[in-house]
């Protein structure tokens, strides 16, 4: 196995180029992992830590771009009020160990349906930043998932950076484990609340090949809720709203949880998330 | 006082066994069946044995001398002969100069298997004259009934089904060690065990070495709660180290490791329990299914187990218990923390529930009212002649102040799901529970249970100083903390030095079943009695000189010196009648936990605890094995399982095999009692696994309490409690 270690961005692309069966490494959360396991055994291997610039982040307009090699611990440390879904999710991932070491880019990287930072990438609206020696695309984060444990990266790519709106409303995230910390999502979901555009995102996890999002729960919920007078969210409605998020999903039957509990959790976690997002917006305070 | 291994551990400095490294060292590494059962059909080691660095690969054809070990029948091969009985079943060895080489090269061997029906299910193996047998001799490992008394009617009865799954010992140091050749034709062996002695009891016959030939030394061990008690890689890195003339390692990846060693019997269990009006327990019948997986392991001694502590430490003037241990094609099960008593307990504490609740009394109130004391007879007929104030523990559990209720404002952490946020306190309700458990600690059933210690007193540099050997294995549980304590309080010495235990002194006995204070710390207190006599002897004969000058006069004093509890007498194979036990342990539970109703997430609040341990030896490190006891036990309950379909397990990782952590496992409230057994050093009473008893049926009826349900098996999983089907 060869081991490409790069200093500069530009390098790093040269070498993705040449070697376009490298697998990139970062934390090593993933990677290492499926090396151990001995799931698969890369050609190459592309360690992106050398490159500085990956670590920042910065904000551009209403957008805040998120470098490759931020870790989560630094999302949540630094990033809690501008992007609070990602955040919580972050904040779900793993071990304080694994935090420090994880990122996002590594996440989307590995496309694992169960990857914490999805649903609320899909919430947001969040562009992948993929670049290659001829040139950057901005890949929209719905069109990125592409199958279960892949993406629309092309070979010769390699994600530079996340580039996420700026909350302009509520969100939150929540995720079923069969315990309290360091568990992998039994599935997931992640609401956003866009007032400015009267809309609401969304993001289902671990219960579908792919992360995705309920367009249909959002279409539905945007039209139901009161945006104007902020009156309280209807049972009804955030009933319905659960409803047709997990009717959105289609999960499987494995080791971590059943399909039927899958549909159920999804519904119930989408209730329960609007109601805080909702009461947030609408100044109840917390639920 | 600080425990010698302690900071090492912490810091990450201390040397397990996975990390013994000799120069020019080869690695080995193990073909495993990926069929619950199949024949085979045929082997080729040639691919393997072609790949550069290979030196040897050994199928059982190469063992050298018996074929098969066990701890209790010699039913299990050394590698697979012809056919294979569990998914991870050892068929061939492969040693090479890098570990990755070996495994590869145990990949590349070629075995031709022609899979059969698995027999999967423990109530099909125990009871249908048509399944098929695992083993030429049948699915039957042994069947112990218990029988008391004519009555088995009464105005109250309860029933109840009960199950529950294959939990793991999750230590985290994988399975490992090094075998060295040694120039006499013999082996010496550094392996992280539990008993070394009955490790060179197996490994010698299969090597056709006599066991003077084959030394072991302990490695560090990174945990065990059974599941060290039978071999894993021993005869294989002996065999390949003997073949090469190499020292040899061997050192299980996680996923090997969940196919390298026994794990805890599921059961299913069938309970009647017959009262009167006021709650007194009339009669008991059970029936409990033990699935003992491929090979005997230790099944027949936690049937024995299951048998006779089956109606708990409750007054029951009629009995009539069958326990069943049973051969399958599933992964093989032995010890584990609690032994046969874990089962047994969560059925019959949730049978007291069930009873409390037909006769409209308390948890604790029905339990009071039926509980042993000294003098009691328990299903067995053995009296209870030793302290046993259960009633009392019961009580003072009660009188302990709860958690609180929960604030307004909570802290995630505090809440179900934890910091992934699936409630902010929609559906959760609260429920408490109660669980008692009783333990039997030493082995049982007329085993010659005995362990040796050899202390030596000896000047270094001028200063008396004590040198304690034994071959008991730490494990963890702090046994050299405990050993050098002893040996400082019976000599009054203050420099005690713990020698490296191996086999080069006689038999500790297993670290198991609780008894090493008593049995190894037995061991060492008489062993320094016999000391002192003879330094007092010298002292007599010279009034006037200093401890200081007869060591300098008479040299060092050493001697060794057998200890054995008091002995014990099998059960009786009709009626279960004997004075099986040594000595009996109570732990009682209440747990306070909080349950999201509608996502079936739990979140336990606070587990309280009273135990009796007779006599407190090590306070911290005692509060630490009843800490970790609870912790297993509450793991049971809600998350740990292996999960077993078609004979194929689903989860050998730690990502899907889960176990508590730090925000599973709330602070917890102890009350340790002592009030001693006068038959044991000290008075002491075994302390590590009782608590793993009880928190187990304390945390599922809480959850019952929470929730309404009658959730009759753990662990509960979320599905349980949030999809109720209309039915039930």
């Known amino acids: 196995m060869d081991f490409l270690r790069p200093v500069t961005w530009e390098q790093a692309l040269a070498y993705k180029a040449e070697r376009p069966e490298a697998t990139p490494i970062q934390g090593g959360t993933d990677v290492m992992v499926e090396i151990n396991l001995d799931k698969g055994r890369p050609a190459a291997l592309l360690d992106l830590n050398p490159v500085a610039e990956l670590t920042r982040w910065s904000t551009e307009g209403t957008e805040i771009r998120v470098g490759a090699g931020v870790t989560y611990t630094r999302l949540i440390a630094e990033l809690g009020p501008l992007l609070p879904g990602l955040a919580q999710a972050s904040r779900t991932v793993g071990s304080p160990q694994i935090r420090n070491r994880g990122t996002v880019a590594g996440n989307l990287g590995a496309a694992s349906p169960a990857g914490d930072a999805h649903p609320p990438l899909l919430a947001s609206g969040a562009i992948v930043e993929a670049e290659s020696v001829r040139g950057t695309r901005m890949i929209p984060i719905t069109e990125f998932y592409t199958g279960v444990k892949r993406n629309a990266l092309r070979p010769d790519e ?37 007032p400015g555009e009267r809309r609401v995102g969304t993001g289902i996890g671990s219960a579908a090949p792919t992360p995705r999002r309920a367009p249909e729960a959002e279409e539905f919920v945007a039209a139901a809720l009161d945006w104007e007078g902020r009156s309280p969210l209807d049972p009804g409605a955030a009933r319905r709203f659960g409803e047709l998020v997990a009717g959105a999903a289609a999960p499987i039957d494995d080791v971590r949880g059943r399909a039927d509990y899958r549909l159920h959790s999804l519904a119930v976690m989408a209730r329960r998330t609007l109601g805080w997002a909702w009461n947030d917006y609408t100044g109840r305070g917390p639920a | 006082m600080l425990r010698p291994d302690g900071t090492l551990k912490v810091t990450g ?97 070629v075995v031709d298997y022609e899979v059969r029906e698995a027999v999967v299910d423990a109530r099909r193996a125990a009871f249908d004259p048509s399944c098929p047998p695992v083993h030429a001799h049948g699915n039957l490992v042994r069947h112990q009934p218990v029988r008391v008394g004519s009555t088995f009617d009464a105005p109250v009865v309860v029933t109840g089904e009960y199950e529950v799954g294959m939990q793991d010992q999750a230590f985290l140091g994988p399975e490992s060690g090094l075998a060295v050749p040694g120039e006499d034709g013999g082996v010496d062996l ?69 196919f390298g060693h026994v794990h805890r019997h599921p059961a299913r269990m069938r309970y009647e329990h017959g009262a009167t009006a006021d709650g007194r ?141 699936t409630t902010h306190g929609e559906g959760v309700r609260r429920g408490v529970g109660y669980g008692v458990g009783i333990k039997n600690i030493c082995f049982s059933e007329g085993f010659d249970d005995y362990s040796t210690a050899r202390v030596r007193v000896e000047l270094l540099g001028g200063e008396p100083h004590v040198l304690v050997h034994t071959a008991a294995a730490e494990v963890g549980q702090g046994l050299i903390t405990i050993k050098a304590q002893i040996a400082r309080t019976e000599l009054g010495i203050d420099k005690v030095t713990i020698a490296p235990a191996d086999t080069s002194v006689g038999s500790a006995g297993s670290s198991s079943a609780s008894r090493q204070s008593y049995v190894t710390g037995g061991a060492v207190k008489a062993t320094c009695e016999a000391v002192r006599e003879r330094l007092d002897r010298m002292r007599a004969g010279h009034p006037e000189l200093t401890l200081e000058e007869l060591l300098e006069l008479y040299g060092p004093v050493e001697e060794t010196r057998e200890y054995r509890h008091r002995p014990t007498t099998p059960m009786d194979p009709l009626t279960g009648q004997g004075d099986s036990h040594v000595q009996l342990a109570l732990c009682v539970h209440r747990a306070v936990v909080d349950v999201d109703v509608e996502l079936g997430l739990v979140k336990v609040v606070e587990l309280a605890a009273v135990q009796d341990v007779g006599r407190i030896l090590n306070p911290l490190a005692l509060e630490g094995q009843i800490h970790g006891g609870t912790a297993q036990g509450l793991g049971l309950a809600l998350m740990e399982e292996i999960q077993v379909r078609d004979g194929k397990v689903l989860n050998p990782s730690f990502t899907d095999y889960l176990i508590p952590t730090i925000l599973d496992m709330p602070p917890m409230r102890l009350s340790i009692l002592e009030n001693p057994d006068p038959h044991a050093p000290y008075g002491l009473r075994g302390a590590g696994e009782p608590p793993t008893l009880s928190s187990t049926p304390a945390v599922a009826a809480a959850v019952r309490a929470a929730t309404g349900l009658d959730l009759p098996r753990v662990p509960i999983r979320p599905e349980d409690i949030a999809l109720v089907p209309a039915a039930g």
């Open chain 1, 158 to 194: 390699l994600i530079r950076a996340v580039r996420i709106p700026a909350a302009a409303g509520p969100q939150y995230f929540s995720k079923i484990g069969t315990r309290n910390a360091m568990v992998i999502a039994v599935c997931s979901f992640a609401v956003a609340l866009h």
């Open chain 2, 190 to 258: 550094y392996v992280a065990t539990q008993w070394l002695h009955v490790d060179q009891d197996q490994v010698a016959p299969c090597l056709a070495l006599p066991k003077e030939k084959v030394r072991l030394s302990l490695a560090g061990v990174g945990g065990a709660f059974g599941a060290r008690e039978d071999l894993s890689m021993q005869i294989h890195a002996s065999m390949l180290a003997l073949r090469t003339g190499k020292p040899v390692k061997i050192v299980y990846g996680r996923e090997e490791s969940f």
């Open chain 2, 281 to 421: 327990l009339v009669y008991v019948r059970a029936e409990i299914v033990l699935d003992g997986g491929a090979y005997c392991s230790s099944s027949p001694a936690v049937v024995g187990n299951a048998a006779s502590l089956g109606v708990g430490p409750y007054e029951v003037g009629n009995v009539w218990i069958d326990a069943y241990g049973v051969y399958t094609n599933n992964p093989p099960c032995g010890a584990m923390r609690g032994f046969g008593a874990v089962q047994a307990c969560y059925a019959y504490e949730s049978q007291m529930d069930r009873l409390a609740e037909a006769c409209g009394l308390s948890p604790v109130e029905v339990r009071i009212r039926n509980a042993v004391s000294q003098g009691s007879k328990l299903a067995t007929g053995q009296i209870v002649d030793t302290p046993a104030p259960l009633a009392d523990m019961l009580r003072e559990l009660e009188a302990m102040p709860g958690p609180g209720e929960p604030s307004a404002a909570r802290d995630l952490r505090s809440l179900p799901g934890g910091v992934a946020q």
């Open chain 2, 13 to 109: 400095e201390f040397a397990y066994s996975s990390d013994l490294w000799l120069d020019g060292m080869l690695w080995g590494a193990t073909l495993r069946s990926p069929h619950p059962s199949a024949w085979i059909r045929s082997v080729d080691v040639g691919p393997a044995l072609a790949m550069p660095g290979v030196f040897a690969v050994l199928t059982h054809e190469d063992v050298p001398g018996e074929k098969f070990y066990g701890l209790e029948h010699k039913d299990q091969p050394v590698l697979a002969i012809d056919q294979v009985r569990y998914q991870g079943e050892a068929v061939a060895l492969v040693a090479a100069d890098h570990p990755e080489t070996a495994r590869r090269a145990a990949a590349a061997i």
